[in-house]
């Protein structure tokens, strides 16, 4: 079983995670020929001040740019 994760830094409300799933399971059945039941996707919601470009955390940089 194919198992797709994304991590992203935005917060999204279930309906969009629906969409998001169900979109991404959809586009890799498609694509290898795989059964959608078969396909497991994972979204982690990462916290701005736990990721990182660069060596600064995206929190510090969106702090940054609106202070710009």
Do not use: N, Q
Request: charge should be negative.
């Amino acid at each position: 079983m194919p198992l797709i994760r994304i991590s992203h830094a935005a917060r999204y409300e279930a309906p969009v995670k629906e969409k998001i799933l169900a979109d991404v399971t959809a586009a890799y059945a498609a694509a290898s020929g795989c059964d959608p039941a078969k396909v497991w996707v994972i979204v982690d919601e990462v916290e701005g001040s736990d990721w990182s470009t660069g060596g600064v955390s995206l929190a510090s940089k969106v702090m940054g740019a609106a202070g710009d």
